[in-house]
């Protein structure tokens, strides 16, 4: 049996009431096994408000949470706010409302399919696997840190402007 984490909703009492507001911390263990590791919950909130829609119960709800995530450019861990929203319809029969369902989704959508530290994020150096966000320049020759001169350099596309398309 799953232990009570304050996510389950009498219907009835919604029914009666016409409505019902939650705003709720929730414990981030709650999301333990959801999101692939490094990446984890650090923080969490709930708004759920219930009404009535005809002969159905609605579900309008947010979850905001804290994930602690590695940057994909640098690898640096980093913790960033996230916000997702979801409506769900539960049928008029229904005796109990059981809320973490949905709230798992919304965890799970939130999460960035490439996660930055910041949107100015440099990544590392090819060369030395430098953190340029940290170095600036790292030193290495490559001809990355300051991109293509045209006057000192002559450009490496110029071959494909001689040849044309090709037929």
Known sequence: MKPDLGLVFSAAGIREKGWLR???????????????????????????VFSIGGDALVLAGALKAELRLDCARCGEPFTGKFSET????YEDAVESIDVCGPLLESAALMMPLKPLCSPGCKGLCRSCGGNLN???????VTGHETGFDAGKKESPFKVLKKKGPQQ
């Open 22 to 48: 939650v705003k709720k911390a929730l414990d981030p263990e709650i999301f333990a096994d959801l999101l692939e590791s490094p990446a984890k919950v650090a923080k969490a909130d709930a708004d759920l």
């Open 134 to 140: 940290l170095t600036g320049a790292c030193g290495c």
């Open 86 to 89: 979801f409506d769900e319809l």
